[in-house]
């Protein structure tokens, strides 16, 4: 599997982005999509995840800012992130954990970079 993350910029705090990841491969059954992000010298945190019965979870300091959003005919991935702020600013790396071969795997993207800042 593999997992090709977009959307990553510069933006002005109070603006909003728009992240994608595609997924592609075979053989592999997802049952979450997430989101995550890492920013210099913290660890990586969870942003937002999406289940296959599309239950969804955000930590507090993203909550009713983001919105991560599927489309299964794409097996794409999205992130919608609105009234960004810097401590937004983080690398933005995509997630999926699923079924592949009878074993639970998770795979990750190579990032997107968010940059907030006026």
């Known amino acids: 599997v593999q997992l090709q993350a977009s959307g990553g910029g510069l933006v002005q705090p109070g603006g909003s982005l728009r992240l994608s990841c595609v997924a592609s491969?075979?053989?592999?059954?997802?049952?979450?999509w997430g989101w995550y992000r890492q920013a210099p010298g913290k660890q990586r945190e969870m942003v937002a995840t999406?289940?296959?019965?599309?239950?969804?979870r955000y930590p507090d300091s993203v909550k009713g800012r983001f919105t991560i959003s599927r489309d299964n005919a794409k097996n794409t991935v999205y992130l919608q992130m609105n009234s960004l702020k810097p401590e937004d600013a983080a690398v933005y790396y995509c997630?999926?954990?699923?079924?592949?071969?009878?074993?639970?795997?998770?795979?990750w993207g190579r990032g997107t970079l968010v940059t907030v800042s006026s």
């Open positions: 491969g075979s053989g592999f059954n997802i049952n979450q």
């Open positions: 999406i289940t296959r019965g599309d239950n969804t």
């Open positions: 997630n999926v954990v699923g079924d592949e071969s009878g074993r639970i795997a998770t795979y």
